[in-house]
């Protein structure tokens, strides 16, 4: 969809040992699997599939590949973080928040695109689909 497992790779530096797997096909599919659900949160997000058309199709790649990124981050710290250590005082648990705040303002650049369905959804239009005037 959008983005490249190799670019995601470069940018963590990630072996298939750091996460779990044996091979680096492993590896590559997992991220790809990943990729196509941020690419689908991308385009539920901005209500739109017309990237490429709009000029937009690189910029929601560096926004993928930097999500997958931040989420490969977590995963790894995650998994080598103890939750309990043995005489220490303070316990603190890894939150997966999703994406960081640079990783969403350069999704907000991208125009949402508004339907009626987004109208509707959003609340703003108490009248019933059949009945909404001002479409």
């Not at 689908?40 to 990237?51: A, G, L, S, Y």
């Not at 981050?73 to 939750?83: C, L, Y």
């Not at 339907?115 to 108490?126: A, L, N, P, Y």
Request: hydrophobic share 45%; glycine share 8%; no cysteine.
């Amino acid at each position: 969809m959008y983005g490249s497992v190799a670019n995601v790779v470069t940018l963590t530096a990630l072996q298939p040992g750091d996460i779990g797997w044996d091979t680096t096909k492993e590896l590559e599919d997992w991220l790809q699997l990943k990729l196509d659900v941020i690419g689908v949160m991308i385009e539920k997000d901005r209500n739109r599939t017309d990237f490429a058309a709009e000029g937009w199709d690189t910029v929601v790649a560096d926004i993928a590949e930097r999500w997958l990124a931040a989420f490969v981050r977590f995963t790894m710290a995650n998994r080598d973080s103890p939750i309990v250590r043995i005489d220490d005082f303070t316990v603190e648990m890894l939150l997966d928040t999703g994406p960081g705040k640079g990783i969403i303002h350069d999704l907000m650049r991208i125009p949402r695109l508004i339907t009626k369905r987004v109208v509707f959804e959003s609340g703003v239009v108490k009248a019933a689909p059949e009945n909404a005037t001002g479409f």
